[in-house]
């Protein structure tokens, strides 16, 4: 993949400004909170939509960003005595059962109101 150009930066600076003002950022919009022609505001969109995956559309002329998160691989591991030890990349840290019962509450219900939406 080509190194992104500084107009992409800043049109997908404009959509995230734009769709914390308006919920979406519009083409017009775009040019006009850039200033760049709509050639260019194209060509960044139609890189953002299809190289980097970082800008939806929703319908012609209507963008929004799209979410991205850095994910590492975690595990976690119950010990003999009832701990639980919780691994992520780096970090690393070990649970009581009261402790790791709380964690596993809040997860399952985390996990059940977003079934689906990891990507």
């Known amino acids: 993949m080509a190194r992104p150009s500084a107009h992409t930066d800043i049109v997908y600076q404009a959509v995230n ?15 006009s909170r850039t200033g760049l022609p709509f050639t260019i505001v ?3 969109i139609k890189r953002l939509k299809e190289e980097e995956g970082s800008v939806k559309m929703l319908k012609p002329g209507v963008f929004v960003p799209v979410q991205k998160y850095y994910e590492q691989a975690c595990s976690a591991t119950v010990l003999e005595d ?30 059940m109101m977003n079934q689906g939406v990891a990507g």
């Open 42 to 44: 194209d060509e960044a």
């Open 82 to 111: 009832g701990r639980c030890k919780i691994e992520k990349g780096e970090d690393l840290i070990t649970l009581t059962p009261r402790e790791a019962a709380s964690f596993i509450g809040l997860l399952v219900g985390y996990a």
């Open 17 to 31: 400004d734009l769709s914390n003002m308006d919920g979406v950022a519009r083409r017009n919009a775009l040019k």
